[in-house]
């Protein structure tokens, strides 16, 4: 049997052939990233305002071709022509705000010195980025995910090595085209492939930004750390969302439908579990499931007709199957769908009551278009059991009370927590993105944070006073001289002479 060196690209909704990609070896992926390492430096030296004229070019690239885009993009993920059109304009947003910001974030700092005795000297921070960026992302977002990661490790002066799903990696090279078409220099490059191409990037690289399953994840933490490189992972989740008894019903019903099947639930931050304070549980079904029931499911083409698409492969239409018919079978009600619709990888839209932690559909990733809503007593078993999970990614809160939902919000294990809305923190690049527990480790964004994370940091020092041969306590020494020096740190440190007994340092210098 002859290893295969191609993959098909298929829309999983229709069948039809999208393209199809190398599986690049782990030699190609050693010589791109060699030739990217010999392309960085100079990308680094024009500095972030020479940068940005690249980006912003790369931005207006993204304008313009955004109908080409979203075509490559749906013909890979068989998504709805709406949600296709997301990531777009999602790159184009994020990739304005670092290409504009990157120069601020990265100038260098003078801090302040910590104590007296450090005021003789001017101090320095200094951001350096590491020569080569490994990006590595899931399908869910195939323009968009990609993008998130690139254009700020790019803006932070790194080259990047990106290697997309090979679910699909159509849109990634679209990327790569675009940067190339605009001119700019060689500093990008995507290498295609599954597990071992990824693999290799990590085996390559000088820091990994990954995005997809905690299994991965984990791989991937042992081999860059067995290599002394940075990681920062991005994994699953099952972000909760707690109704409690004084939300305004209507909005969080809306909210939480499209929170749970914004892009056929295909999101690491959907909503996958509901809370529901038990005065309202009924009331906020009825209002959720007429929501959900009002969506629309279907194949379109460029013009958009329809609110949910297609799940990416078989395999997450037999995960989301499998918690739905779990569920059941241990007692949940289906209040609306739990079924394949009979096209492509489309599943129904599903809202599942009386659920419970027994059941997979509340513990494990669904990662589709599932809503298990479970009835609690009140707000403090609502926090306990969305606190009960292994991941941390991050959660919602409706409540008219806000003190309330920021107490809630306060006690959650969770990267992120939106009150009376999902999603919104994705769309703040100057908060930080990151999970907590088995949803990874690290932050993207979050302001400078977002490019000084690509960064080694250097610290310099400079004497300010003119200099003497010989410092202080250089050599050699002498009690007298060492007990001015402890002296005089432990007056610094305990801010005056509260502490500075000189008789006592005598004797400690002494021996006595
Ligand atoms: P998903 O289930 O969302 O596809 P995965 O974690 O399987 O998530 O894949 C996410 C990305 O990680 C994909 O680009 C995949 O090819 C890549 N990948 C899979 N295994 C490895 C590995 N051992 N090392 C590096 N990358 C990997």
Request: proline share 6%; charged share 20%; with cysteine.
């Amino acid at each position: 049997e002859v290893a295969p060196t191609e993959i098909e690209i298929r829309n999983p909704a229709t069948g039809e052939l999208a393209g199809t990609v190398p599986i690049d070896s782990a030699e190609t992926v050693a010589a791109k990233v060699r030739e990217l390492r010999a392309q960085q430096p100079a990308w680094e030296a024009i500095g972030p305002e020479g940068r940005k004229q690249w980006l912003l070019k790369l931005q207006d690239w993204l304008v313009d071709n955004t109908d080409r885009l979203a075509d490559v993009l749906q013909s890979e993920t068989g998504k709805a022509r709406v949600d296709s059109l997301i990531d777009p304009a999602f790159s184009i947003d994020l990739t304005g705000y670092y290409a504009r910001r990157a120069a601020k974030f990265l100038a260098d700092e003078h801090p302040s010195p910590h104590s007296p005795l450090a005021r003789v000297k001017a101090l320095t921070t200094v951001f350096r980025p590491y020569p080569v960026v490994g990006v590595i992302t899931p399908w869910n977002f195939p323009l968009a995910m990609p993008v998130i990661d690139v254009i700020p490790a790019l803006a932070a002066g790194a080259a990047v090595i990106l290697k997309p799903s090979e679910v699909t990696p159509l849109s990634a090279l679209e990327l790569a085209r675009g940067w190339r078409e605009i001119g700019a220099p060689p500093v990008l490059e995507v290498v295609t492939g599954a597990g071992a191409t990824g693999a290799a990037v990590v085996g390559n690289a000088d820091y990994i930004q990954f995005t997809g399953s905690t299994a991965t994840g984990r791989k991937i933490a042992a081999a860059a750390t067995e290599r002394m490189i940075p990681f920062s992972l991005e994994l699953g989740g099952k972000d909760p969302a707690i109704v409690l008894a004084d939300a305004d019903l209507e909005r969080a019903a809306h909210g939480i439908a499209f929170g749970g099947m914004f892009n056929a639930g295909q999101v690491c931050i959907s909503v996958e579990r509901v809370y529901v304070e038990a005065p309202v549980y009924d009331e906020f079904l009825r209002k959720l499931t007429a929501a959900v029931k009002e969506l629309r499911q279907g194949v379109d083409g460029r013009e958009p007709k329809y609110d949910m698409g297609a799940l990416a492969n078989e395999n997450q239409v037999s995960i989301v199957a499998r918690h739905v018919d779990e569920a059941v079978k241990a007692g949940a009600r289906v209040l609306t769908g739990g079924e394949r619709t009979g096209v492509g990888t489309l599943f129904q839209p599903t809202v599942l009551a009386d659920v419970d932690h027994t059941m997979s559909c509340m513990t494990e990733e669904t990662f589709g278009p599932t809503l298990p809503v479970m009835k609690v007593a009140n707000e403090a078993e609502a926090i306990a059991l969305a606190n009960d999970s292994i991941y941390g990614l991050s959660a919602s809160v409706w409540s008219a009370d806000k003190d309330r939902a920021e107490r809630v919000a306060r006690q959650l294990n969770a990267g992120a927590v939106n009150i009376n809305d999902v999603f919104a923190n994705m769309f703040s690049f100057a908060l930080p993105m990151g999970g907590w527990g088995q949803s990874g480790t690290g932050a993207r964004w979050g302001g400078a944070n977002g490019v000084r994370k690509y960064c080694k940091q250097q610290a310099i020092t400079r004497p300010i006073l003119p200099t003497q041969t010989k410092e202080p306590l250089w050599f050699p020494y002498s009690p007298v001289k060492l007990s001015i020096a402890m002296g005089a740190m432990r007056a610094a440190g305990t801010r005056g002479l509260r502490r500075v007994d000189l008789l006592a340092v005598l004797k400690t210098v002494r021996g006595k």
